[in-house]
């Protein structure tokens, strides 16, 4: 089996910082892209940010100059550092990764539970 389980999400004031983290466990042989996307109430996920293995990175419009994302390929993480947080921010973030676990022969997507980040104005 494998899991994502994300961490970070919490109430922070518009301005504010929050970091996001998210491991991946289980039978596991690779881990390709990974990503956060977020959802909020009335609206379908959208992608936030994605990383490749390699590095290169991808950020939506609306969070470009304020969200990194970052990754640990030894401990099969993914980090998404928040700055300037607007109300319009608020969601539950999730966690993504395109993972080959032992014994596959290919890469399937997997999501994390989601973390809640609130953005109170």
């Known amino acids: 089996q494998v899991q994502l389980a994300e961490s970070g999400g919490e109430l922070v004031q518009a301005g504010g910082s929050l970091r996001l983290s998210c491991t991946a466990s289980?039978?596991?042989?690779?881990?390709?892209?990974m990503g956060w996307y977020r959802q909020a109430p009335g609206n379908e996920r959208e992608l936030v940010a994605t990383?490749?293995?390699?590095?290169?990175?991808n950020y939506a419009d609306s969070v470009k100059g304020r969200f990194t994302i970052s990754r640990d390929n030894a401990k099969k993480a993914v980090y998404l550092q928040m700055s300037s947080l607007k109300p319009e921010d608020t969601a539950v973030y999730y966690c993504?990764?395109?993972?080959?676990?032992?014994?596959?022969?290919?890469?399937?997507?997997?999501w994390g539970q989601g973390t809640q980040v609130t953005v109170s104005s």
């Open positions: 993504n990764a395109e993972i080959l676990r032992y014994g596959s022969t290919r890469f399937d997507n997997y």
């Open positions: 289980g039978t596991i042989f690779s881990v390709r892209a």
């Open positions: 990383i490749t293995g390699s590095g290169r990175t």
